[in-house]
């Protein structure tokens, strides 16, 4: 089958589904799936942009711009049905190492660049290639590393004293104690009605929480959120780079930055596509697509990156989401709280604190999914994650694909007893494989 021809079966699959933007029989269920999931992403992406460094407000926009944009390309251009984009938790430390290293003035070239690879990826299709060249393992070993620096950045909020309060000598006094118990009984709400809630009703814990937070804070005074304006302004993303060294590593950075949200994204849909509610297939580079258009968008007004996560997604499929319907009411929930921020004042920091834990937590524990490719999968996925915990992002991931490279090497040079050329001849022919199978 030509690519051609599977583009046009696609096609014929999305007519026979209908529009995969907006369908009358399923309008209830989309307005009510869009309004819930927009409760659970709205603290998910302020703790994503606190963790990134970024304004909130920015993150915000972000969101409710890659969902515009999703639900337009939805009209001709479906990557998947049911997804919601968002901000990702995964790709936040980056951004913060890219904050501290560029400067956050500097970010919106950034985020343009990393918009351009990423269409390059789209046009030539290159998406199928990725997880070929890294392996799933590798990158669950590298979001694992990341989880647990979103879990222990967060973990001081549970016991963090309000903005402004001297703090005593002794630690264990009254106000921390105060802040600690309510932390505890908030995670232990959250908990409980997420063990009950998650394959039906996902956003409960999140909406409890936020409720038993902003009660809490009527009667105790603890850490609350606060949300500066940003004065959004449209302007060509013009980086300021002193050096040479310092183009090359940006166009590096942005370069792996693209890779890591492609590599998200495809894994993503995979999932997204097993829960849809009629069986309907993804299309990654239709994906794509929408992701470096809201990406390049987004860095005109100093935004940041996006994807259909997975846990939003999930939170909309689980909310009764049958289109991308319900991501346009996301996108028109969370405008109204970047237009009117003052309402996310009311946030405890403890509470929001509990969800991005939770987050990183649930990154940490994807290893587990690791073991079913057998324990060399496990050994490496597991040592990707400590290094990149322990040295960087990227510096953990090429040692442990450098390692990966010399272990394949060993094995069939002197084990098999191929030579070095059949062993890069033998690698690069899945890719020619793929190719064929394609065409």
Not at 92 to 99: F, H, K
Request: glycine share 8%; proline share 4%.
């Amino acid at each position: 089958m030509t690519t051609k021809d599977n583009e046009n079966s696609k096609s014929v699959e999305t007519q026979e589904h209908g529009s995969a933007a907006f369908r009358k029989e399923y309008i209830a269920h989309d307005l009510q799936a869009g309004v819930i999931t927009a409760t659970m992403a709205i603290p998910l992406s302020i703790g994503i942009a606190l963790m990134s460094d970024y304004p909130i407000q920015v993150g915000l926009a972000t969101v409710a711009f890659a969902s515009f944009i999703g639900f337009l390309f939805a009209w001709f251009r479906p990557g998947n049905f049911i997804g919601a984009p968002g901000i990702a938790a995964g790709l936040a430390p980056i951004l913060a190492m890219g904050v501290a290293t560029f400067g956050i003035e500097n970010m919106a070239f950034i985020i343009f660049m990393t918009a351009t690879f990423q269409a390059l990826i789209w046009k030539y299709n290159w998406q199928r290639y990725l997880l070929k060249a890294v392996p799933t393992y590798l990158v669950e070993g590298l979001l694992a590393g990341i989880g647990l620096k979103i879990a222990l950045k967060f973990l001081p909020f549970l016991w963090m004293l309000p903005v402004g309060m001297t703090a005593p000598e002794e630690f264990w006094n009254a106000d921390r104690i105060t802040v600690i118990v309510l932390s505890l009984a908030g995670a232990a709400v959250f908990l409980t009605l997420f063990k009950m809630y998650k394959d039906t009703k996902p956003a409960m814990p999140y909406f409890a929480l936020i409720i038993l937070g902003i009660v809490a804070s009527q009667f105790f005074e603890v850490n609350m959120l606060k949300v500066e304006d940003v004065d959004f302004v449209l302007g060509l993303p013009i980086p300021d780079f002193n050096t040479a060294y310092m183009w090359m590593y940006a166009i590096f950075f942005a370069l792996m930055l693209a890779v890591v949200d492609v590599i998200e994204q495809v894994m993503s849909n995979a999932a997204i596509e097993k829960i849809d509610p009629l069986d309907r297939p993804c299309n990654s580079n239709n994906s794509l697509l929408s992701i470096w258009v809201s990406n390049m968008g987004a860095s005109f007004f100093g935004g940041m990156t996006n994807l259909d996560g997975l846990a939003k997604s999930s939170t909309n499929r689980l909310a009764g989401a049958y289109t991308k319907l319900s991501v346009l009411v996301i996108g028109l929930m969370i405008t109204f709280f970047v237009l009117n921020s003052q309402y996310l004042d009311h946030l405890p920091y403890f509470a929001l604190a509990i969800i991005m834990i939770f987050v990183g937590v649930k990154m940490i524990m994807g290893l587990l999914h690791v073991a079913q490719f057998g324990p060399y999968a496990l050994l490496l996925g597991s040592l990707c994650g400590i290094l990149v915990f322990l040295v960087g992002i990227f510096e953990g991931l090429l040692i442990t694909l450098a390692l990966h490279a010399i272990i394949n090497y060993v094995i069939f040079t002197k084990i098999e007893n191929k030579s070095a050329g059949a062993v890069v001849r033998q690698y690069f022919s899945r890719f020619k494989d793929d190719e064929t199978n394609i065409n």
